[in-house]
């Protein structure tokens, strides 16, 4: 009994003491995340971050920390309701209602060049053009591609995860659709590249974190969803800051 007394008081003075310390800042108008701080949180929810993370995020922390203090200084009436929509449309600014038809510009003339590899500098309209011509097929940009993604992204670190079987399938139905005369639009048979944090069926999706560098969501991202049905091909996921965080 005494023992469990004696805890119940040490308990009470360690938040108390937590109490004025936080008082004191607060007070005080200092902004006090520290690295050592920044470390026992790190234990609070289980991970571990190197010298070099801790330097990165604490800017970061601090500038939150900010935003949250200024929040605070803005007073608020208990009759005011939480901002549950935001609407960035200017007071009395109206906007056409008519919806119009996508009209791409013309690429004007465009001929394939005597290197494949070349290709890997035409706009996406330029492609669209020699595409839906038949001039090219969607297999041959895409295996160019692919071929350039493994010669070069190890050194331009740009890629997380190359999508390979899944982009010559795609490839080869926009070419079959192509030929058959069912040309979806400028996107079809184009490959592109999608930043990691869009969810891709089957393959890892890891928010550029390694926390996720495991994570497989098995379901396809809207953007991703709305590429496919305009005939694009995914070669790769590519790199991001970690949970799209800037540069971090």
């Known amino acids: 009994m005494k023992h469990r007394y004696r805890n119940v008081i040490v308990l009470s003075f360690v938040c108390l003491s937590f109490f004025l310390l936080g008082m004191f800042f607060q007070s005080q108008s200092v902004n006090p995340i520290t690295r050592s701080i920044v470390e026992g949180a790190e234990k609070l929810i289980g991970l571990t971050f190197a010298d070099a993370k801790h330097d990165s995020m604490l800017d970061g922390l601090k500038d939150q920390l900010g ?129 990691d944090l869009l969810a891709v069926t089957a393959y890892r999706t890891t928010w550029g974190a390694t926390p996720y560098k495991d994570q497989v969501l098995n379901e396809n991202a809207t953007v991703i969803k709305r590429l496919e049905d305009a005939g694009a091909v995914l070669v790769a996921k590519l790199t991001m800051g970690e949970l799209a965080w800037g540069d971090v």
């Open 67 to 195: 935003n949250y203090e200024n929040i605070r200084k803005v007073h608020l009436p208990n009759n005011i309701p939480p901002a549950i929509l935001f609407n960035p449309i200017p007071v009395g600014m109206e906007f056409e209602t008519d919806r119009k038809q996508f009209k791409a510009s013309s690429p004007g003339k465009v001929s394939m060049p005597s290197d494949l590899d070349d290709l890997a500098f035409y706009s996406v309209g330029q492609l669209a053009e020699l595409l839906r011509t038949r001039k090219v097929t969607s297999e041959q940009l895409t295996r160019m591609y692919l071929t350039r993604l493994k010669q070069y992204g190890s050194t331009l670190e740009c890629v997380i995860t190359l999508t390979e079987d899944l982009a010559l399938a795609q490839a080869r139905r926009a070419d079959d659709e192509i030929a058959a005369g069912r040309y979806r639009g400028p996107l079809h048979g184009i490959p592109y590249g999608a930043k």
